[in-house]
């Protein structure tokens, strides 16, 4: 499942492994560096052909980008923290369909 906090943070993490700041892997990605933030915070969606831009610059491999499974919580707490970012850019819709998930799964 896509999630873009994860994905947020696997893409921030590959960028330091390589030394780039986030103005200039946005740069050399032709894209703007307030963009690439939201992107790393999980605020923005991003599409594949940015994607593939970033994997370029980075050297590395589309799939590697997008392969965050090992990004996933591993503790309680981490769990808590997920959620509760999920929720908080969760939007009216979006709120009420989580509460229902929600309670169908725990009731």
Request: glycine share 4%; aromatic share 4%.
């Amino acid at each position: 499942m896509f999630n873009p906090v994860l994905l947020g943070t696997h893409l921030k993490k590959l960028r330091i492994k390589k030394s780039f700041s986030q103005d200039k892997l946005a740069e050399k990605a032709d894209l703007s560096g307030k963009y690439l933030g939201e992107v790393e915070r999980g605020n923005a969606n991003i599409s594949i052909s940015n994607l593939s831009n970033l994997a370029n610059v980075l050297e590395v491999s589309l799939m590697e980008i997008l392969d965050y499974s090992h990004e996933l919580p591993k503790s309680t707490e981490e769990i808590r923290a997920q959620l509760h970012d999920t929720i908080a850019r969760a939007d009216e819709d979006e709120l009420i369909r989580l509460n229902r998930i929600i309670k169908a799964i725990l009731d």
